[in-house]
């Protein structure tokens, strides 16, 4: 069964996150599995802070996705990651794919693997920051604007909630 980003099926769950303005700021999405499309053009990208989290991940979806990407994945993190396009685009989510190599990107996965008992879960402003920004959450004028974004206040409570994700393993 396929649900959530890029599949024909709803996630499992899924909950918005609204600011004290109404604004939806993040959502979490609960998903058995997602596809991911391609892209003509890359674009450089950075990662402008990561916390790793101890939440626990499903073994065998750790070591499966690690063997396919060729680099190991996990621990789960919070990630403020930009990619440098017209402007440069970035989104605040958890995350922890291993999977980049190379200074570009088409695509930057914010989901993790969950617990054993619990679907893949994305948690953050955007489930992936597309190269062309058609939907990235931020942008920005320059790298500097960017990283002038993570001393706001904005910026420091999305990051203190989305780092009080906790999951546990089903029983």
């Not at 674009?43 to 990561?50: G, H, Q, T, V, Y």
């Not at 489930?127 to 420091?156: C, H, I, R």
Request: with cysteine.
């Amino acid at each position: 069964m396929r649900s959530g980003p890029g599949s024909d099926q709803p996630p499992f769950i899924s909950l918005d996150v609204h600011n004290s303005a109404n604004a939806l700021i993040a959502k979490l999405d609960l998903v058995y599995d997602a596809a991911m499309g391609t892209c003509a053009d890359p674009k450089p990208f950075a990662i402008l802070d990561s916390v790793d989290l101890d939440i626990p991940q499903k073994p065998n979806k750790v070591k499966e996705f690690s063997e396919y990407k060729g680099l190991p994945w996990g621990p789960s993190r919070f990630t403020y990651t930009i990619i440098e396009g017209d402007s440069v685009f970035g989104s605040v989510a958890l995350s922890e794919d291993r999977s980049v190599k190379e200074p570009l990107i088409c695509t930057y996965t914010n989901g993790i693997i969950a617990p054993t008992g619990v679907p893949f879960a994305y948690f953050g402003d955007v489930n992936y920051l597309e190269a062309d920004g058609s939907n990235a959450p931020l942008a920005f004028d320059s790298v500097a604007e960017a990283k002038a974004y993570m001393t706001t206040q904005d910026y420091l409570d999305l990051k203190r909630m989305l780092i009080s994700l906790e999951l546990w393993p089903m029983k």
